[in-house]
């Protein structure tokens, strides 16, 4: 009987999951990286045989650049398994300097409401008409909310 390992394994190398494959290997070149160096990594692909990592800030990169013939040189002698399939001849880096949208779950507010604590019993003192008449509205709008 085949464990999980087996099953997942022989999915990957089927033709239809290819691309799993470079995943694979993409993940494992990457693990070998530096711990801060792997959180300044954006994403990575493999296009025409050369491995691209795009970094997300211009000192990662230039960490990067500083180690690259190390890790260049350690891929040419001692290659993962998962990347023997593919000829990856080149590793490159550059920096992208498009923002990160982090876009929060749409979340819409309620307005909040508070229960009429007037009655709407007021004088309306005021000489002028215009006046009177809009507070007039007004009481009339709070009797209504308190009797409701």
């Given amino acids: 009987m085949k464990n999980a390992c087996d099953i997942i394994h022989s ?8 691309k799993l494959s470079r995943f694979t290997c993409i993940d494992k070149i990457r693990s070998s990286f530096s711990s801060p160096l792997q959180k300044m990594i954006k994403f990575s692909y493999i296009k ?3 491995l691209f990592f795009v970094l997300n800030h211009p000192g ?8 690259i013939q190390s890790i260049k040189s350690a891929l040419k002698f001692v290659q993962p398994q998962e990347c023997k399939a593919l000829n990856i001849t ?10 990160t949208v982090r876009t929060a779950p749409a979340q819409i507010k309620e307005p909040q409401t508070y229960p009429e604590r007037s009655s709407g ?4 003192t005021t000489e002028d ?4 008449g809009v507070l007039e509205s ?5 009797k209504e909310k308190h009797e409701s």
Avoid at 60 to 67: I, L, S, T
Avoid at 129 to 132: N, Y
Avoid at 138 to 142: D, F, K, T
């Fill in 11 to 18: 999915l990957q190398n089927r033709p239809q999951f290819s």
């Fill in 48 to 50: 025409n045989n050369t």
């Fill in 60 to 67: 990662a990169k230039q960490e990067f650049d500083n180690n």
């Fill in 90 to 99: 080149d590793i490159k880096a550059f920096v992208t300097h498009t923002p």
């Fill in 121 to 124: 019993e007021f004088k309306i």
């Fill in 129 to 132: 008409e215009k006046l009177r």
């Fill in 138 to 142: 007004i009481q009339n709008i709070i």
